[in-house]
């Protein structure tokens, strides 16, 4: 805590420096200000304008409340100009006198809705938006590293339900398994993103129960390291999903989504104020389906309230919360046959009948935003959640050549409980002719797992002395259906085993403009991690013993530079290092003492463009990513670790996003990724070269959406998605000894899904209908050697809508 302190005083300090230096220029002439708002013609805020001084090509945009500042401008009169696709712009002459602020306010001549037909609420070009999960206000243009947002509005489109479904569209992101249908395992660069990696805005969360995404403002994806502004997260990339906010304007939403496989989804979404300081929200679904597996089903409720209360103008206090209920047939797909996928049918289901998993997931966050200038700022977040899973199941599908599967039972109690807390101070200043943007912060989370161990369903022994339930032949489908299926055997609940986790860290991040066209951004973070050794507690008679391991503490420092130059305002080039360490689990089989961290550097090169007055952003990232110390299960034993040598990630990525035309919204792009074993241990090591499980070598998207704005179609929506995910590795990675069952790749080729979307909207009416997966393509999602899921087939869904 000493150096949550020290950094804490450290923040009071600047702030009370950036006080004393403010009196002390007061004896300046201040430049003076503009400031105002921009409405609609029915009254409401109009979001994400453009306003630009036509003297100085000054500009700015309106936030959600529909404000705009600009400051720092000399005495005289200027002329003030409204911008945005689709928007018929306006004009106003404004005269400004040096220490003074002017207000110019602006009433446009369209309504809400009308700018909601062309999307100005949500429109802003990628390079220009900052994302939550940057906590802090830049723009990705002026950020040495690759950022991605799937907005609202594609949500909607593509009618997604899970994050995967949205993930679809985010370049050197891939859905690499899905083991056993309870947790989709993403991969980034050739790093799979852990339950670390993932976030709801902006604290750390579980994706155990499938978050519902159906109802989220947006996703973030902050490519490469993150180890700077998050502690203990993989090198790929970090995921935020940003939850819908109040608002204080009357408004809200009810629809219904229908679909195959008796898929039936209601949804409701109301917000306004309910005082000049108190604005609230309230979204709640409830989804009930089937699937095309058999004896698949799903039920699921969700709700999400929050309030938002400004105190004053520059302090506000936003409390959100939501709670999510997911019953879920466990299914592990068609498993392997002989280390290769079965012949077996699509719908083909090998788990027992009564199998079940069911996952309760609750959050609650309190956020502090707390303006001290126009130049600096404070926000202050406290997090909780409550992740709880009870789980009964059959478990890895895998058989011999002849189709012999020795089925066995897992019978599992999970309880998470995470504290997460960040203060982050934010502020603007100059040194002499230099621009500082800084981000200071501090966090510290901390997160306690409680698994229960239950009596062993399993009571037979095979010859390799592994204990089992029953016997299936999987190519014998008549030996799927014994009686042991609609039989629950009893078990009991023997020992609790907690296993604490403790974070913390502090950084600080600059972006320094040297000019209008150079730029450098610098910054390291300190890491702290402590893994106590676990508590065991036995049920019957409350006694308590430690695990084995010891207690294990990791620390590190993780620099971060890069060099941003932009030749001209719309295009943006980079370059940057930084590197990240990662806690790795288990003991070492070569020292019998913890696993020592990881670290990992990475390398990041890129040029982003905007283009057509931003209605073009056209993006390409390099990057190569390199762990010297990469860890596995030992092949020697498998309860232990090793680390079997190095890895490099290399890779290329490009992302077109665009608005060419009024009512026309498209976004595409490709990305190519190669990571494999550089070194490894001299005989039990893997093959050098070889690309690592669950790694896409190669994928692409590809969605355009055209609403018709006039004449007799007006309204008509049609359009089309496109996915293409390449050739990757399942099974395991083979090793030089060729020791089995530990090894043996299951190569899977690539495949493409089109989806098509019509629909219509009228007045505060929408329907919006959508085919996926056109050619009913048939392939899988492989984890190791057992989890086996193919991909669904061409399925229809629709939602009808109705806005208030």
Known sequence: MKY???LLLSCTL???????SAQLASAVPARGSIKGKLRTSDGKPAAYVTIYIVENNKKAQSDEDGDFTFHNLKSG?????????????QSQSVSVTEGETTTADFVLKQSSAKLNEVSIRGYKTPNEKPVNVGKIAIAPRDLPQSVQIIGSQVIADQQANRLSDIMKNVNGVALGANRGSVGDNFYARGYSLGANNVFKNGARTTIGG????STLESVEVLKGSSALLYGGVTGGAVVNMVTKKPKFEYGGEVSMRLGSYDLYKPTVDVYGPVSEKIAVRVIGTYEKAGSFRDHVNQERFYVNPSLLYKFSENTDLLIQGDYLKSDFTPDFGIGTVGNKISPLGRNTF?????AYNKTNTATAQAALNH????????????SLQSYNRNYFSSERPFATDAGLWYRALTRSKIKE??????????GTFKTAFINHTLLVGVDADQSLIRTGAFTNPNTLTNADKVKYYDQVNLLDPESFNIPTNFNIPATTLLTNTEAPVFRMGGFVQDLIALSDQLKVLAGVRWSYQKTPTTTIKTVADGTEAKGTTADKVDKAFSPKAGLIYQPIKTTSIYASYSNNFTSNAGIDIATNAPMEPSIIDQYEAGIKNDFFDGKLSANVTYYKIKNNKFAQAALADATKKEFSGSTESDGMEIDLTGTIIEGLNFIAGYSYNYMRYTKTLAETGIVEGERLVGTTKNTANGTLFYTVQNGTLKGLKLGGSAFYTGDRNGGRNTNKSLTKPSSGIIPIKGFTTFDLSAGYNFKKFSILGKLSNLTNE????????YSVNPIPPRQFMTTIAYKF
């Open 778 to 785: 048939l392939n899988y999602y492989v984890h190791e050697n």
């Open 14 to 20: 600047l702030i009370f420096g950036q006080k004393v």
């Open 417 to 426: 409980l995470t504290y997460n807390e960040q203060i982050n101070l934010t």
């Open 350 to 354: 090998l788990n027992t009948d009564w």
């Open 371 to 382: 303006k001290f200038s126009d130049n600096w700022k404070l926000n202050a977040v406290v």
């Open 77 to 89: 009169t200027y002329t003030l100009k409204t911008s945005f696709v689709g928007l018929q712009g």
């Open 210 to 213: 499938f978050p519902e995404a």
């Open 4 to 6: 949550f302190y020290i």
